[in-house]
């Protein structure tokens, strides 16, 4: 069985047009937010980052590179890298079109606010569980 991180090694390799050097510019800058997030390869092959739940799913589409944060609606947004799903709930995407630039800072600081998110909801879960045992 192939690991995840080659499975995305795969995928941008194969991507012979701008979107490989966006996906890998996407994904350098979600791996350099925090060394403990993990990669994994999810619903039939779409890169999946993770630390202490989702962060992010990213997909190649015909004319565009999409990152969507699961808990996005959630996330301060400063430097207002999210462009699509702004009317949802819980996710909001960026989507790379040709000759955008990566904003790494800024999409690092989105993953990072992304891990905290998923530590803060976790730790509620976590007291909340532990109510209910008493």
Sequence with gaps: ???????????????????????????????????????EWKWMGSPVWSRDGMIAVANAHKGKVKLTFA???????????????????????????ENDKVDAPGLKALVRAAIAYNQRDRKKSSTAKNRKKR
């Design 1 to 39: 069985m192939t690991p995840p991180p080659e499975k995305i090694d795969k995928l941008i390799a194969g991507l012979s047009d701008w979107r490989g050097k966006t996906f890998a510019a996407v994904r350098r800058a979600i791996l350099a937010a925090d060394r403990q997030i993990v990669e």
């Design 71 to 97: 808990h996005g609606a959630q996330l301060a947004d400063p430097k207002k890298l999210f462009n699509d799903g702004l009317d949802g709930n819980a996710r909001r995407s960026i989507d790379f079109f």
